[in-house]
Structure formats: C-alpha cells, structure tokens
C-alpha cells in the first residue's frame, strides 16, 4: 500500500510530530460502496490527528490524494433546507460588502451550484470551479458556468480570460479539505481585483475542542482550523483577516473574510476577540490536544457499551444519515450490521449503497415506517431538530433517539448522555 504520511505542516512547512488522537485505519467516508463492491477490499487508510507546534494548525497525519476522493462525489448541497437558506443568507452577506454593479463571484468547490444561484440572485456575475464531473455537468445544466477543474494556476488563467479578477472568491469547506493551501492563496492572490475579498467557511476548531466534536475527523477534511493558524497562513501570503462571522452549519463553523494586506476595510473587533478566546483556551498547547483524545477515547466506551447493553436487551437499532461523520463514527465505534441493522437517508444518491467499512445497508427514510427500530441513532445530529419533528411519529410509538456523541447540549438530565427527545416528549 503507498504511503501517503504527512512529513510537514501545510500552513508553516515545519516537521510534524506523532499523532494525538489515532481513529484508526479507515475507508473514504464518501466512498458509499455498492453491493457489487463488498466483496472488492475497500481503500483505507489511518485517520490520525496531528498538531503542529510552530503555528498550531491541526491537521490529519496521512493526505489521500484528492483524485481518489473527489472525482465523483456524492455530496450534493442543496438536498437540506437548512442549506438552502444558509447559502442564500450567505451570498446576502457577500453582496452588502462589495461596491458596484455585476461583480464577478468566484465560487471554489461550487458542488452542484446552489451558492452560485443565490449570487445570481443577489445580481453578481458567477463561475463555480469544482473537479467533480457529475456536480459540475449538472449546474451547467442549470445555467450555473461551472469549470470542471481542480482550482489552480490554469482554472486561474481560463477565469481571467473569461471574465476578468473576481470581486470575491469564497470557498466553503473546501479550506478544510485542501492540502496545497499555500498554492490556494497564492491562486486566489492573482484572482481578485485590489479590493476584492476571499471568504471562507470552514467547521471551526474552537466549537471541535469545546462540543469533543470529532466525528468532524474524515480523509476528505485535512485541516482543523483555528483563527490563530488562520492568521498565521493568511498573512504569510498577503492577506489580512477582517471579520469573522460565527455560523451553525456542521455544528459551529467560522465564516472568516480577507483582503489583501492594507485594504479598505477595517479590521472588526471580533478578529482580536477570537484570537483572545484562543490563548485563553491554550489552542497552542499540545496537553490540551491530549486532553481532547482522553475525553474522546470515553465517549467511544461509553457509546459502545451502551449499544451492546442494548443490544444484550434484545433491542433494535438503526441509523439516521449517512453523512460523512457516520462513515467516521461506525467505523471508530466498530459497529457492524449486528448492531444497527439500517441507515436511513432522504438523499436517492446514497440509497442502495452502504457505510464504508462498516457495510450497514443505506435506504429511504420510508423504512422507519415498514420495520421501525426502538432506538434510532441520528448520525446526521447538526440536523436532529429536523429530524426528530419529521419523525416524532416515531416516539409514540415508543422509538427512542440518541447522538452518537456526548453533546451536553442534548442531553437529557438524568438520563443516559446519548439519549435525546423531541420537545413535545420533553415537555
Ligand atoms: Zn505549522
């Protein structure tokens, strides 16, 4: 098997220690298997958090080339609501903080063009650039220019020659998921006009650290980005941040904005606010890393033992969402399909496949209905309020729900960690 193992850091070039929290060898979460494929052995690779000592980027130790993992994703942004209006909020944002008519809107990692339409929209001139064949065919088809293409120094020049500098480039989690950053910034530098700005989105380390959110760890996200590397990257290649935006998308992501060095726009206060926040919270210390795998290496006992109790009892289990953080949870937990006999998902691209590595089968939400579990494990859980409305039906019937992760926030007082209901059970 070819190596794939990280020697230095992506953002400041420095060598990179061991890891601090190994989740062991894995397949490619967006990877969703067919039954024709069970029987082929499934890439995998370690999964494995590093942290860097000189500028504090935590970042995976093993990078899978982008080519195994991006050329036909099944992602599609635009199946939830919550989406929808996140992006249209978003291109709202954008627009407010640029002059002129019909600026040009960049968009990398455009997927099927959902930001795209929402710039549209908001009267900007677009081009998506994203190197998935089946997303990019299909916003075309919707009118949405998209180049099908990785974005480096030729998608750079192909823009420029088309359409001239970009008033804004954004890219949403894509920062994340891009190993050659300093070539991105490098890209992006040359792309936008001397008053343009590079907006990005990305789940941000702060709410990881403070939520034990490491169901956000999976090959495809390379980076774990705090403000203080952030800073640390930009500046190395002329960019300034100027405001920070806290958005709830994947549980507690950073919109950050920046201009080139000595731009128009001041500095807003919440930039020094969030690198405050930071030291306060040791971001650059490695015990507090160490502290995180310590806490995250529990919940996996806990959880496990809470499945196989309930399991012991007879019960039945299945899953909810197959995004992502469920390939990365089912395979981190070891469950198999003896302990959740399904995953439901409202997305028809991922219904007839199965969770990598873990191989539980992927059918429509329709199937709660036809053979109903007594507890349901919500993979998808940055959605839970959705879903637990849309299947309260459920409850009566005596389903219970749980987060496959310990989350404070839902727990119930009393009860098992894990364990949520819906706010009519609650009341
Ligand atoms: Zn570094």
């Not at 989105?201 to 090959?219: C, I, K, N």
């Amino acid at each position: 098997m070819l190596d794939y193992k990280k020697s230095t850091c992506r953002y400041c070039d420095a060598p990179l220690a061991a890891p601090f929290l190994e989740l062991g060898s894995m397949p490619l979460a967006n990877n969703l298997p067919r039954k024709e494929d069970l029987t082929v052995p499934e890439f995998a690779c370690p999964l494995s958090l590093v942290f860097c000592e000189k500028c504090g980027l935590v970042q995976l130790s093993h990078v899978v080339p982008p080519e195994l993992m991006f050329s036909h994703y099944l992602y599609v942004s635009s199946t939830t609501k919550t989406f929808q209006e996140h992006f249209a909020d978003y291109a709202k944002d954008v627009r407010a903080r640029l002059k002129g008519t019909s600026p040009l809107a960049v968009d990398l990692g455009s997927n099927d063009g959902l930001l795209l339409a929402c710039y549209q929209r908001e009267g900007m001139r677009i081009c998506g650039v994203d190197p998935a064949k089946n997303l990019a065919e299909e916003a075309n088809k919707q009118g949405l220019t998209t180049l099908n293409h990785f974005f480096n120094k030729d998608s750079v020049e192909e823009i420029l020659k088309r359409f001239g500098p970009a008033s804004v480039v954004s890219g949403n989690n894509v920062f994340a998921h891009i190993d050659d950053i300093q070539s991105v910034l490098k890209n992006v530098f040359n792309l936008l006009t001397d008053d343009g700005f590079f907006v990005i989105e990305f789940p941000y380390l702060g709410t990881m650290l403070d939520e034990l959110l490491f169901d956000m760890t999976y090959h495809e996200h390379l980076s774990y980005i705090g403000v203080t590397p952030l800073t640390f990257v930009a500046e190395r290649f002329g960019f300034q941040i100027f405001d920070i935006r806290e958005v709830s998308s994947h549980g507690g992501s950073l919109r950050v904005f920046m201009q080139k060095q000595k731009g128009r726009r001041p500095v807003a206060a919440v930039v020094g606010k969030f690198l405050e926040r930071e030291k306060k919270e040791k971001h650059a210390e490695l015990a507090t890393y160490q502290a995180f795998a310590a806490k995250v290496l529990k919940v996996k006992e806990d959880f496990t033992a809470l499945i196989r109790r309930l399991k012991h009892e007879g019960k039945s289990i299945c899953g909810y969402g197959a995004p992502a953080k469920a390939s990365t949870l089912c395979n981190f937990y070891g469950m198999t399909p003896k302990d959740l006999d399904y995953v439901v998902d409202d997305n028809p691209l991922k219904q007839g496949r199965f969770i990598p590595g873990a191989h539980i089968p992927i059918v429509p939400s329709s199937h709660l209905n036809e053979a109903p579990a007594d507890y349901v494990v919500i993979f998808a859980w940055n959605f839970a309020r959705e879903i637990i409305k849309k299947i309260s039906h459920l409850e009566e019937r005596g389903t219970k729900f749980l987060v496959p992760l310990f989350n404070p926030k839902h727990a119930l007082p009393g009860e098992n960690p894990f364990l949520i209901a819906s706010e009519k059970a609650r009341a």
